[in-house]
């Protein structure tokens, strides 16, 4: 698969993210669901930039999760088993809640 570009990030982003890996996490980031499309990709916006090697991998191992799995997560409250993603989950359900994220699917 191609790297996307910055152009692919489309105009809802400000900014594409500056180096390789971010941008491959960010275009992982659309889903076939509208609702983890905004989460994910809001998050990724303003916490790629500066996250950790192990941010991120845990942040990929997110998005390697069916979306009916990440539906739960994110937005049905069902934390995961694994502390280092359920951790995760609760700083993008943060950053929903916070304003920062899109309230319309925060619960």
Known sequence: MDEPTPAAYGPATSAAPADAQARR????CRRGMKELDVLLER??????PSASDEE???????LALPDPV?????????????AALARLVDRI???????????????
């Open 25 to 28: 996490l960010y275009w992982n």
């Open 43 to 48: 998050f990724a916006q303003q916490v790629l």
């Open 56 to 62: 991120r991998v845990t942040f990929a191992h997110l």
């Open 70 to 82: 990440l539906a739960q997560y994110l937005l049905g409250g069902s934390p995961p088993p694994e």
């Open 93 to 107: 359900r943060g950053l929903c809640r916070s304003g920062s994220g899109s309230g319309v699917f925060c619960r």
